[in-house]
């Protein structure tokens, strides 16, 4: 099941802008949303295995490219997680 507050905070921090205030203060920008708090220690944690499932997978990519994540890394966790073929 998606989470709305999740897929919104990873839509909005596609604007530059958004992205770059989210690099320079996570807490803040994580303050905007409602997060439930086992999402948001997911985020806080870059828990791809617990995210997955609650988010699109082209948001959930974007997010990790924005937080730092490096590519083999995401790809690596992400496949861990059995999500891979699921998107």
């Known amino acids: 099941m998606r989470d709305f507050w999740l897929s919104k905070l990873f ?6 802008s958004e992205a770059a205030a989210y690099r320079a203060d996570r807490e803040a920008v994580l303050a905007r949303y409602p997060l ?6 997911a ?3 870059n828990d ?3 995210l997955a499932p609650l ?3 082209y948001l959930l990519r974007f997010y990790f490219l924005v937080a730092g994540m490096p590519e083999d890394e995401f790809v690596k966790r992400i496949r861990a997680s059995g999500r ?3 998107g």
């Open 84 to 86: 891979a073929a699921h």
């Open 55 to 57: 988010v699109n997978a």
């Open 43 to 45: 985020v806080e944690a």
């Open 36 to 41: 439930k708090p086992q999402v948001r220690a």
């Open 48 to 50: 791809v295995a617990t």
């Open 11 to 16: 839509f909005d921090l596609q604007t530059p």
